[in-house]
């Protein structure tokens, strides 16, 4: 059955309805499985309609998900799901459908697997390609508790391309752990995967209409490997995942299916239907003429095509992330000059810092949560040989519905401590235009940090010009300084006019404009640094560093990021839990205060 449009009423699921754990799933026979995919995915559709969320992988393996539970006693045998945006059917066949509805929501279920959530969530999977690392630690472990159990990953969307998995496949050859690998090939990340291996896997897949596979590649790793076999086809992927699982060692099961599979829209564009939006009512829809705001994102991939198109040595590299920072437009007008290097972020750094040794100006896209994977590069091939590269950190502090693995919330932290980083903090459009220019300039490294969501307007008492380790005052006030390190800016500005405080927007973390800091220090009574970022180790860490080392002991208050894990919700919630809205920037000074 095949869906054309996202149901915005509840399916009728008879036979799902019967199911509130594997262990239902394995009463049935499997002639009513075809039916129960037909339903599974229905209301996958609805389910993800009302809340929004990831769903063409999901949808891909709809069939694969019902196999595996129906073979595997799980939870007691380990099913790991990578990437984790695979595991919406997962979790609607392990008790939690009616959960569903709140998916992404405060309070509702994690959209990736949670340990704390289900056991049935053996892994946290929210970044990619852990889950053969994972699987072989769990299989290995099996075995020295003296359990002969099952321990199967469930890697795909593009996840096989980074190097982590292939060191897992490397070492698990030699352990000779219960371990079954499948691959799920759906020659597609977000994106269509690039690459060598995506290349190998299209090249024997169109061999197989003419010739056995060989699949020398896993081979070579001394891995038993099978397939490839339609993984949506259930009396072939039945047999075969018995097969798989009968044998012994470590072994690989090359599975090829469709993301978006059932679904039309999906099927025909699997990249804009990667994550859908939560369907407004129709009462709910904007009326309003005004246009959207542009997304930090898209300011800075417009900031990427008007600075490639007058220097030809700007190169842009992103780990898989084209559609999500933006680099769209730059691929199609510098095709040659643009870099999608799969999921790979540490090879995305060193290639940067390889572009910068003889002469390119790479821009190296990532996201904050992912730029933690390419830290050692980072250090030890950018920052110490103090090369070229400009580090433009997408998605930087709380992100909203997807969660604590997603969130960017210690970039500050890892990058300030690096010798001669600079570190730049834009609280708005025009601010994230300037800064990624004066750090495209910069001779060194240079990274700047901007948000997920809508860029801001920019001030209108701003428009100055920007210098290295300057900041800017917007009011002058009494008693309280208020030192903003980039966007929230606007929730500061409400605070300072309501209670006449100073307000200066610090915009480099690194070199503070230690100036500034000093006269602020002898002037007010309180200091109060405000940053979307963990507390620990941040810009308002910077700033104390700064007074002690200076002997100024003007008190400060630190505003950011609790230490805690800031579970899903809106970005909106988040920032009110985390007393980061005006109304708790207010009462956390008033509080220190004694009001």
């Given at each position: ?9 509840r ?47 999901g ?22 799901w ?7 059917p ?18 509702g ?46 890697i ?34 977000i994106?269509r ?12 897949l ?21 397939g490839?076999?339609?993984?949506h ?22 599975v ?37 705001r ?6 800075f ?35 040659e ?16 810092a ?10 190296l ?15 030890h ?9 400009l580090?433009?950190?997408d ?23 690096l ?7 834009p ?9 990624l220019t ?40 009494s ?7 980039g ?7 409400q ?37 979307d970022?963990?507390v620990?180790?941040?810009a ?9 080392q ?15 894990w800031?579970a ?28």
């Amino acid at each position: 059955m095949m869906f054309n449009q996202i149901p915005t009423t509840r399916p009728i699921t008879p036979l799902l309805d019967q199911i509130d754990s594997p262990a239902a799933l394995r009463r049935l026979s499997r002639s009513q499985f075809p039916q129960l995919a037909r339903e599974l995915r229905a209301f996958l559709l609805y389910s993800v309609g009302q809340t929004g969320g990831h769903f063409g992988a999901g949808l891909g393996v709809v069939e694969l998900t019902i196999a595996l539970h129906y073979l595997l006693q799980t939870p007691d045998e380990d099913l790991i799901w990578d990437v984790g945006h695979q595991s919406y059917p997962h979790k609607i066949l392990t008790g939690r459908r009616e959960q569903m509805l709140s998916m992404r929501q405060k309070g509702g279920l994690s959209p990736f697997p949670k340990r704390s959530e289900s056991p049935f969530d053996t892994f946290g999977t929210g970044h990619s390609s852990t889950s053969i690392s994972a699987a072989l630690g769990m299989a290995l472990a099996q075995r020295l508790q003296g359990h002969d159990r099952h321990t199967v990953a469930v890697i795909g969307d593009g996840a096989m391309t980074a190097g982590m998995a292939f060191e897992a496949l490397h070492h698990a050859a030699h352990t000779g752990a219960n371990l079954l690998v499948i691959l799920n090939d759906n020659d597609m990340s977000i994106s269509r995967n690039e690459g060598g291996l995506a290349s190998y896997l299209a090249r024997n897949l169109k061999q197989k209409t003419d010739s056995p596979v060989t699949a020398e590649l896993f081979k070579a790793l001394e891995l038993s490997y099978t397939g490839p076999v339609d993984g949506h086809n259930f009396s072939l992927l039945l047999p075969a995942l018995e097969q798989a699982l009968a044998q012994n060692g470590p072994r690989l099961l090359h599975v090829v299916t469709r993301k978006g599979k059932g679904f039309a829209p999906a099927e025909a564009d699997p990249v804009g239907y990667h994550a859908l939006t939560k369907l407004e009512p129709p009462a709910k829809a904007s009326t309003s003429a005004t246009p959207k705001r542009p997304k930090y994102c898209n300011v800075f991939g417009r900031w990427l095509c008007e600075t490639a198109s007058v220097d030809n040595r700007l190169v842009g590299i992103t780990p898989a992330m084209r559609e999500g920072s933006d680099l769209v437009a730059f691929s199609r007008q510098f095709p040659e000059r643009y870099f999608d290097v799969a999921i790979a972020e540490q090879h995305a750094a060193t290639l940067a810092a390889g572009f910068a040794c003889r002469g390119m100006k790479p821009v190296l896209a990532i996201y904050s949560t992912f730029l933690q994977r390419a830290y050692d590069q980072v250090i030890h091939d950018i920052a110490t040989q103090q090369l070229d590269v400009l580090l433009a950190v997408d998605r930087a502090g709380l992100v909203g519905e997807d969660g604590a693995t997603h969130a960017g919330c210690f970039d500050l932290a890892f990058l300030r401590c690096l010798p001669d980083m600079v570190l730049m903090t834009p609280a708005d459009e025009a601010d994230l235009m300037t800064m990624l220019t004066l750090g495209y300039q910069h001779k060194g490294p240079a990274a700047v940090r901007y948000p997920r969501g809508a860029a801001a307007l920019p001030q209108a008492t701003a428009i100055d010009s920007l210098q290295l380790g300057k900041s800017r005052t917007l009011r002058e006030g009494s008693k309280v300084a208020l030192l903003n390190f980039g966007p929230l800016l606007n929730s500061a500005q409400q605070v300072a006019e309501a209670n006449d405080y100073t307000l200066v927007d610090m915009r480099f973390v690194k070199p503070l404009d230690s100036k500034r800091l000093e006269a602020l220090a002898a002037s007010h009574e309180l200091l109060v640094s405000i940053e979307d970022h963990a507390v620990q180790g941040g810009a308002g860490s910077a700033v104390a560093e700064f007074l002690q080392q200076a002997g100024l002991t003007t008190p400060l208050l630190m505003l950011g990021i609790p230490d805690r894990w800031i579970a899903h919700a809106t970005r909106e919630e988040q920032l009110i839990e985390c007393g980061l809205d005006a109304g708790g920037i207010e009462a956390l000074i008033h509080q220190r205060l004694g009001h």
